[in-house]
């Protein structure tokens, strides 16, 4: 092939143009976004069971719903929360892979099954089920002057706004962080005892009347030829406004006058619930909570759903406008932008280090204009498999960046040394060194591809993350490969000019240079014939090399991926059970002050009401948003420094619990950095006895050198006031035990009773006894009830109310009850030690308490698992790519000797940097076999030559590493200097490159200076008798 090209070079130039073409072309079109589809599909559930306790619900709905779903084909892991406002969330976690809108077809088939075992309550309120990511992406808040109050912007937002957001492309589910607008009914129970009413009579009136009057038309079809006109027929319209309902008649007087609506409750627009409030800087506002659908990219979808705001806005009433405090997706633009300017800044290091060994500007930009063409045509590559440009991608082609000019200085270095040697022109040159090293570039490049290929097939979370990166890697090396047999030879015999004057010849600094590494090679060929003849020593210090890489890789603390600074954090804030909504917010406000007013922040959205950690009047949640990474220049302005912070400021808060964490590096598994386990009640121990295992869970961790930070993620049991119902007293006095329910149900927790017409949007008629009725025990037994005579009793007849605690939120994963446990591993700990850890001290509890992993943990688990069985496929490939290659079973152990010396510097660099062994840092060892094996080929392959030649194995040995030092040098420099913008970044996404690199780096330098003196020594053990007339291989 490279004869072809030689004497076609117009022919080679349009092959480039064409690759290049369909890159550009392609780049445009190509997503962006931080990684991959990585994420499994999530099916949510929810609904509601109004007035019901987390044990009812948990009983009632939750574990009904969850038996159902369990065995669902490609179901992962399911968890299931039950709240005491009677909210049921059920998130079923499948495989990667699985298709989502199979899996939520599958989930609704399910729940029709069990639907009609559901109470009346839940399914007129419906079970929705979602397909949306359980991370929040974006919150988008908006704010009034004054011309909207808090109901009013918040029916405004659901009604304009959100309808809009939910049709943008990639939009799972909008979460209103505010109120519709609804028919509040507000009975006074001592006037509905006065009158001889009861809340059924309310609830029953009200349906029944507000009901739509549907009739048909006259004249329609049917009729006799004399009917004068077909017309439709249609009744007033159902009530819509406060004061229709408080007409409504509940009962008719002796007298003939009725009893109104109005008469016995207050009526008015209000919001559908009064459970949360939010704060945007400190000022009143209504958020929008923005979760992705499956599969849905997160930038783009950012871009839409900024165009579709500003389209809205244009719109908006008087003084509402809005801010987009938190969001994701920036940080993910700012890290492929860093990426991309360390790619430029990696090309002009590889430039510098070719231009160093070459000295020569046309030799130099021979290899430089292959980088751009084998990019490009990734790039293409990439757009015909779906993929897009992202963090891994992207690190794919930094680390190309060495590999791609590789084999282009292999090609320029020998048709240089030949021209200079042998006096030929570049033509004939090109043609000899193509003929001497076309087997090396070829074997290089099987090599290179044959150790990325395992990471191809690996399947879920973790088998997309090395996809994505060796994909990219082995179309870059493939183009790489065949530039190198087409393009390159063109340009050297167009290009090239022979030299006059010898490398040690030069004057000045070049000069010197050349003569060191002309004095530096006899050198180095005089200690490797002493190995050869001595190589009891050398494989000693092979043995110990060897002991020492598999030393650190055992003892190296394990990771899931790195955290980053996103520029965002969140915070959890918890009061004593039973704290007033009044007084959560004023609280919250003194972390808000904090943070705005000693924090380099830029927004602070808060929401009381609501958090990670549960629901309820004494919660609340802060998303906080920082200046950009250039404000804050420092580790003392870095993320975790802000978070230490904030901790640190409020540790001492005897009432307030104040939890800042920072954002997990895969937000799509789990809401917080740190790990994420499961306690569960797998023997049937009991609430009681599993909260007495989790206190000592917690205990024990947070004196555990390993753990830091370790918090049940949940509510402490909160009191609750418990209605003892004496049902053989009630039944004797003629009093349904439905009828004390219902009553219980619409006064104590609001009672969805029908649907109105509001500003052209369906809303809620809610009904529940005014505040004033609502504030003590005293009022649940003087609420009366109606026995099977027509008599109001007080429900103090029946019932007794004790004082007790309990919890208002319960969990459950995978079928069993459970406690969620959060937390983070120590300083200068891993979070493979802390899970380690954890999973030690959960040992020794009673027996019947299990655990799981779940989300982030549970891919970092399966990262761990697949690891060794990753490596052990690549050095294995590599053997029998090389074998093939070679034709020979003992050939190819030179070259796989060498891969620990590449193990042993990567595993030492990330060592002495206090890194662990994550994601990133495996992929950067998969890379360095590759890389320690091409060092090792380009020896092995010309000491073949040689030794076919006649010479003996020893000899052999010892020419070809002489001949071949300068471009391994040059080569490894090259790539060497390609990865150090990675290893020493800093900024957005500096985590991940340092990740990478490090190890990269660290392998690359021990990959070099260790293989150039012990690959011959292996060449000679393992060439053997093998003379001129043996198989040659390819």
């Known amino acids: 092939m490279p004869d072809f090209f030689i004497r076609r070079p117009i022919f080679a130039w349009v092959v480039a143009l064409l690759i290049s073409l369909m890159g550009l072309l392609a780049i445009p079109s190509l997503p962006i976004a931080q990684y991959p589809d990585i994420a499994p599909p999530v099916i949510t559930l929810r609904t509601t069971y109004p007035g019901a306790s987390a044990r009812d619900t948990e009983e009632a709905v939750t574990a009904v719903i969850e038996k159902e779903i369990n065995g669902a084909p490609g179901l992962m892991y399911m968890s299931a929360t039950s709240s005491s406002d009677g909210a049921v969330e059920i998130a079923a976690t499948f495989t990667q892979g699985t298709d989502p809108d199979i899996a939520a077809v599958e989930v609704q088939n399910r729940l029709k099954i069990v639907e009609s075992r559901l109470p009346e309550s839940v399914r007129r309120e419906g079970v929705f089920v979602e397909k949306s990511s359980n991370n929040i992406q974006a919150m988008i808040s908006l704010s009034s002057t004054g011309s909207l109050n808090d109901t009013e912007l918040g029916e405004w937002a659901s009604a304009r706004i959100i309808p809009e957001l939910k049709r943008v492309k990639g939009v799972g589910r909008v979460e209103l962080f505010g109120a519709e607008t609804s028919m509040r009914i507000w009975p006074d129970p001592e006037k509905l005892e006065a009158l001889g009413l009861t809340p059924t009579d309310i609830v029953n009136a009200v349906a029944a009347q507000s009901e739509r009057i549907i009739i048909g038309d006259i004249g329609g079809a049917a009729v006799p030829e004399s009917a004068p006109i077909n017309a439709g027929v249609v009744a007033e319209d159902a009530f819509r406004t406060p004061e229709e309902f408080a007409s409504i008649a509940l009962r008719t007087l002796s007298d003939g006058s009725s009893v109104k609506l109005g008469d016995v409750a207050r009526v008015e627009l209000g919001a559908n619930s009064y459970a949360f ?38 719109d908006f009433p008087p003084g509402v406008s809005y801010q987009i405090p938190y969001e994701t997706t920036h940080f993910v633009e700012i890290s492929i932008r860093k990426v991309i300017s360390t790619l430029l800044e990696a090309v002009l290091l590889v430039f510098l280090v070719m231009f160093l060994f070459l000295q020569n500007f046309r030799a130099t930009l021979i290899p430089t204009l292959v980088v751009p063409v084998a990019l490009l045509g990734t790039f293409a590559v990439m757009w015909l498999s779906g993929f897009s440009i ?107 000019k022979p030299s006059s004057v010898e490398h040690q010849e030069k004057k000045g600094f070049f000069g010197w240079f050349n003569r060191t590494i002309h004095r530096s090679t006899d050198r180095y060929g005089r200690a490797i014939s002493g190995m050869i003849r001595r190589p009891v020593r050398s494989l000693f210090l092979y043995a110990l090399i060897i002991a020492g890489a598999g030393y650190l890789y055992l003892t190296l603390p394990t990771s899931f991926l790195p955290e980053e600074d996103q520029g965002n954090f969140m915070a959890m804030v918890s009061l004593p059970a039973g704290t007033l909504q009044k007084e959560t917010s004023v609280r919250l406000r003194e972390v808000e002050d904090y943070l705005m007013r000693h924090e380099p922040v830029e927004h602070v959205y808060s929401v009381g009401g609501f958090s990670f950690m549960g629901s309820g009047t004494n919660m609340a949640m802060l998303f906080v948003g920082l200046k950009n990474w250039d404000e804050r220049p420092g580790e003392n302005s870095a993320v975790q420094a802000i978070i230490d912070r904030v901790n640190a400021r409020f540790a001492g808060d005897g009432q307030m619990m104040v939890m800042a964490l920072n954002m997990p590096a895969l937000p799509e598994l789990g809401n917080s950095s740190g790990f994420d386990f499961r306690l569960q009640d797998k023997g049937g121990l009991g609430y009681a006895r599993m909260a007495e295992a989790r206190d000592e869970l917690l205990a024990r961790a947070n004196a555990d050198p390993n753990l830091a930070g370790v918090y049940f993620s949940g509510q402490a049991d909160t ?63 003087d609420l009366h009830v109606r026995n099977d005579q027509g008599k109001l009793l007080p429900l103090s007849s029946f019932v007794r109310l004790d004082w007790t605690a309990g919890p208002p939120q319960l969990t459950r994963y995978n079928n069993y009850p459970s406690f969620t446990i959060n937390g983070s591993s120590a300083p200068g700990k891993s979070s493979g030690d802390a899970m380690n850890a954890l999973e030690q001290i959960t040992a020794s509890l009673p027996q019947g308490v299990g655990f799981e992993w779940t989300g982030q943990s549970y891919e970092e688990k399966l990262a761990g698992s697949q690891a060794t069985l990753l490596f052990g496929l690549s050095i294995l490939i590599v053997f029998l790519v090389l074998a093939a290659l070679y034709e020979s079973w003992s050939i190819p152990l030179a070259v796989i000797l060498v891969v620990p010396l590449g193990l042993l510097g990567a595993l030492m660099a990330v060592f002495l940097r206090d890194m662990p062994n994550d994601i990133y840092f495996k992929v950067g060892l998969i890379t360095t076999i590759g890389l320690s094996a091409k060092n090792a080929i380009l020896i092995v392959e010309v000491a073949r030559e040689f030794h076919r030649e006649g010479m003996n194995a020893a000899e052999a040995a010892v020419a070809a590493a002489k001949l071949r030092l300068r471009p391994i040098l040059m080569t490894s420099l090259a790539f060497g200097a390609g990865v150090i913008p990675l290893a020493f970044a800093h900024g957005a996404a500096a985590g991940a490159q340092r990740a990478v690199g490090t190890g990269v780096l660290g392998g690359i330098i021990t990959a070099t200076l260790l293989a150039i003196f012990l690959v011959p020594l292996f060449f000679r053990l393992t060439a053997g008798k093998r003379g001129p007339d043996h198989p040659e291989g390819i």
Do not use: W
């Not at 035990?737 to 009773?753: D, H, K, R, T």
């Open 277 to 314: 409030f939010s704060r945007c800087n400190g000022q009143t506002a209504t958020g929008m909570a923005i979760k992705m659908a499956p599969g849905s990219n997160a930038v783009e979808t950012m871009g839409l759903l900024k165009a579709k705001m500003d389209e809205l806005s244009r």
């Open 390 to 496: 992202n963090m891994l991608t992207m690190f794919g082609m930094v680390l190309s960046i060495g590999i791609l000019v590789d084999d282009a200085i292999v090609v320029v270095e020998n048709v240089e040394r030949i021209m200079m040697e042998e006096g030929l022109d570049a033509r004939r040159a090109t043609v000899k060194a193509m003929k001497q090293i076309g087997g090396a570039i070829v074997g290089i490049t099987a090599v290179l591809v044959a150790v990325f290929v395992p990471m191809a097939f690996f399947s879920g979370a973790v088998g997309n993350i090395y996809r994505q990166f060796a994909v990219t890697l082995i179309v870059s090396i493939s183009f790489s490969a065949f530039l190198a047999l087409s393009l390159t030879p063109a340009l050297c015999a167009a290009m090239l």
């Open 719 to 781: 009191p609750r006031l418990h209605v003892s119902i004496d049902r053989e007293k009630a039944f004797s006095m003629g009093v349904p035990i439905a009828e004390i329910s219902n009553s219980l149900a619409v006064m104590f927790g609001s009672s969805y009773v029908g649907d109105f017409m509001h500003d052209s949007q369906v809303r809620r008629i809610m009904v529940q006894a005014d505040g004033k009725s609502r504030l003590n025990g005293n009022d649940i037994e």
